[in-house]
């Protein structure tokens, strides 16, 4: 066997060109601690209050796309366009063929339009949460001063508003109109407090479904289909077997359909409750006083279980 070459006793550094040592100018510009603009804070300790409020807000202005690019302004403009030229031009035939009331009721004109409704809360309710949950930035939020059911309030209670904004000014337009029209102020009002009323159910009740949804995955792809599926296709399969029950004469067993898909419920609740015409075949809502409480009942426990459900998730992916 042939030895090594270098003897293992040699240090490597034996070899090594050795530095020579920093002149004191160039050691003392080393160690000059530079000013990149921090300043001292004087002010108040904000505590949680303000955090849920700048939460809020945050997550309001991002469902509409304010505060962020022109590209994420241009999908929720145009639902909530679509959500108000309907209103523009049954105002406009209202005044135009002097009618002598509007042609629809306010209960009906979100259940019309529930379509619009549910591809805003599909696109608009993982943008709110997903990002949070795909980028692990939901500890930062629990970290302090704000608390699990804070972060939950702010982002619930931001997609309420903004579904609220998106069903309410198209009423606001009808209701103006019909002023306009001289259809007469006491019936307009009293419908434009019960479609007013409805409109909020509506906007609590597809909030909590789609923020859940949401929440479940941080793939934001997986949750809009799977919000589009449980809004829109369960009221279309829903509608299909009401529509099956009319056309054999069971008009019971129809109005208890309208349980099992979220818009059918708000339909079925608000005919009961508020006196709306039902919008499914035959218009056969809830057929008796128990099944409309049961609709009510129903409706309410949906809003304060997917709120409870929301609380639950985020005790697992926080830190609270």
């Known amino acids: 066997m042939q030895p090594d070459t270098v003897p293992a006793s040699v240090p490597a550094s ?52 304010l505060g962020r690019s022109a590209k ?28 002598t009331k509007l042609p629809m009721q306010y209960m009906q004109y979100t ?27 939901t500890p930062l939020y629990f970290s ?18 903004a579904l609220f904004i998106l069903t309410a000014v198209p009423l606001v337009i009808l209701y103006v109109g019909g002023l306009l029209a001289k259809f007469g102020f006491a019936s307009q009002t ?33 949750g809009v289909a799977a919000i589009i599926a449980v809004i829109a296709i369960s009221y279309g399969a829903v509608s299909a077997i009401q529509g099956v029950a009319y056309s054999q004469g069971n008009f019971e067993a129809e109005g208890w359909f309208g349980l099992f898909s979220p818009i059918s419920l708000l339909d079925g609740a608000q005919s009961w409750w508020l006196g709306a015409t039902v919008s499914n075949p035959g218009n056969y809502g ?11 009942l129903v409706l309410l426990a949906v809003i304060a279980g997917c709120f ?13």
């Open 14 to 65: 034996a070899s090594a060109p050795v530095p020579a040592p920093a002149s004191p100018e160039a050691q003392r510009s080393a160690d000059v601690i530079h000013n990149i603009g921090y300043r001292h804070y004087d002010g108040p300790r904000l505590g949680r209050g303000y955090a849920r409020v700048s939460l809020f807000s945050q997550s309001l202005r991002g469902a509409y796309g």
């Open 72 to 99: 994420s302004k241009v999908l929720p403009m145009l639902l909530f366009a679509a959500m108000c030229a309907p209103a523009l031009i049954i105002v406009a035939v209202a005044i135009g063929t002097k009618m």
């Open 111 to 137: 259940i019309f339009l529930q379509m619009v409704i549910a591809l805003f809360v599909a696109a608009q309710a993982p943008q709110s949460v997903s990002r949070d949950l795909r980028f692990k930035t």
């Open 144 to 161: 302090r001063p704000i608390e699990r059911i804070d972060y939950v309030a702010a982002k619930f209670a931001a997609m309420t508003a």
């Open 190 to 222: 009293a419908g434009f407090g019960k479609g007013i009323v409805a409109a909020l159910l509506l906007s609590l009740l597809l909030a909590g479904i789609g923020m859940v949804i949401a929440a479940i995955t941080p793939r934001r792809g997986f």
């Open 286 to 296: 809830p057929p008796n006083a128990f099944a409309g409480t049961v609709y009510l």
């Open 308 to 320: 409870g459900l929301l609380m639950r998730r985020y005790r697992k992916v926080g830190l609270s």
